[in-house]
């Protein structure tokens, strides 16, 4: 777990995860995570190899942690994906960050293997007051869901849900009339 200021490259543990949820309760606001994941990284992977990838994962690291709060938590949650604790009154500011990471990148063109490649994100958004690791889990599973969203909308966008709306059923589809 890093704080954005850090120049240090890691992960996002769970125990950093319930230290940032307890933060939100004794400030009486919420935790929100954005999970945010780079759409077409494989793309870049296979045409310009996996080192290029990583160097595009590098370059987009650095944008991301430049655009956060010192007292934002980043860090890299999967080979692909990287994570953002923030404690927020209300949802607007977790939200507007997202849109804010998102823009930066789909603006910003990264010097990678020789080249200057283009590249968006998706982002997904969850926002809760957990109170152990099972809850901070549970919000995980729902910024998971949100980002599993944003890449089945399109990509290159940030969807929101609630612990709630994420525990509703998919909607069924129409029949097909006669």
């Not at 994570?83 to 997202?98: E, F, H, I, Q, R």
Request: glycine share 8%.
């Amino acid at each position: 777990m890093e704080r954005s200021e850090s120049g240090k490259r890691g992960g996002v543990s769970r125990s950093g995860m319930t230290l940032e949820a307890e933060r939100a309760r004794r400030l009486q606001a919420h935790l929100s995570i954005l999970l945010i994941d780079l759409d077409g990284l494989s793309l870049v992977n296979e045409s310009l190899g996996h080192e290029a990838g990583d160097e595009l994962l590098a370059a987009v690291a650095d944008l991301l942690r430049s655009n956060l709060r010192k007292i934002d938590v980043f860090g890299r949650w999967s080979p692909e994906d990287f994570l953002v604790l923030t404690v927020d009154p209300n949802v607007y500011g977790s939200k507007a960050l997202a849109e804010k990471l998102r823009k930066a990148v789909a603006n910003a063109s990264f010097p990678v293997a020789g080249q200057e490649v283009r590249i968006t994100v998706s982002i997904g958004v969850a926002r809760g007051n957990p109170r152990d690791e099972a809850g901070v889990e549970a919000l995980i599973e729902t910024a998971r869901r949100a980002l599993v969203k944003a890449k089945a909308e399109g990509r290159n966008r940030v969807e929101y849900l609630t612990e709630e709306s994420s525990r509703l059923p998919a909607r069924t589809p129409r029949p097909e009339q006669p």
